[in-house]
C-alpha cells in the first residue's frame, strides 16, 4: 500500500488541497461579515431569512475547513469580528443597500462559490475533501435556486438581452 491509499484522513493534503481550502476559507469569513452587514440594511422579510441562511451556510463551511486544516497542521487565516446590528431607518437613505442590489450580491457569490467549489473538487485527491466541497457545492446550488426564485418573484431579476430567433419565412 502506497502513501495515498487507505484511508483518505491519512494522507497528505496537497499543495492544491491546501491553498484552496485556506482560500475559501479566508473568503467564506469575509462573506460572513460582509452578510452580517448587509443584513442592517434589508427590508424585505423574504430576503433576510435567506441571508441569514447564507450566513450559517457560510459557518458551517468554517466549521469543517477549520477542522481540516487544523488535523492538517495547517494555520488558519484571521477571522473578521462580528458585525452589530443597527436599525434600517438609522442608516440615511443614500448610503443604504437596496433589496435587490443585496440579493444580486450574495446570488453572484453564490454563483462565485459553486466555481470554487467545482475546482476544489477537480484539483483534489483525497476523496474527503472531494465530498466536503461536493456537500458545499450542493447546498450552494440549492440556495442559489431559492435566491432565483426570490429575485423573480419580487420582480428584481434583470435579464440580459434575450435572443428570439426569428425565421426569415416570416
Known amino acids: 500500500m502506497g502513501i495515498l491509499s487507505g484511508n483518505p ?4 493534503m496537497h499543495y492544491g488541497e491546501v491553498h484552496g481550502s485556506w482560500s475559501y476559507l479566508f473568503g467564506a469569513k469575509g462573506k460572513i461579515a ?10 424585505d422579510s423574504d430576503l433576510y431569512k435567506l441571508v441569514v441562511e447564507a450566513i450559517e451556510g457560510c459557518q458551517q463551511e468554517v466549521k469543517q475547513i477549520e477542522v481540516l486544516l487544523k488535523e492538517n497542521g495547517i494555520g488558519l487565516p484571521p477571522t473578521p469580528p462580528e ?9 440615511p437613505v443614500g448610503a ?15 454563483a462565485a462559490g ?3 467549489c467545482s475546482t476544489m ?6 476523496e474527503d475533501i472531494i465530498m466536503m466541497f461536493g456537500q458545499f457545492h450542493t ?12 429575485i423573480k418573484e419580487k420582480g428584481w431579476l434583470v ?3 434575450l435572443h428570439i430567433h426569428k425565421s426569415e419565412d416570416c
Open 34 to 43: 460582509g452578510y452580517q452587514t448587509m443584513l442592517n440594511h434589508v427590508g
Open 159 to 161: 435579464p440580459p438581452p
Open 121 to 126: 473538487m477537480g484539483q483534489s485527491i483525497r
Open 96 to 110: 443604504r443597500f437596496l433589496d435587490n442590489e443585496i440579493a444580486a450580491a450574495v446570488a453572484a457569490d453564490i
Open 9 to 12: 484522513k491519512e494522507e497528505p
Open 139 to 150: 447546498q450552494k446550488a440549492t440556495l442559489g435556486g431559492k435566491y432565483l426564485r426570490l
Open 83 to 91: 458585525r452589530p446590528k443597527a436599525c434600517l431607518e438609522e442608516i
Open 114 to 116: 459553486l466555481v470554487a
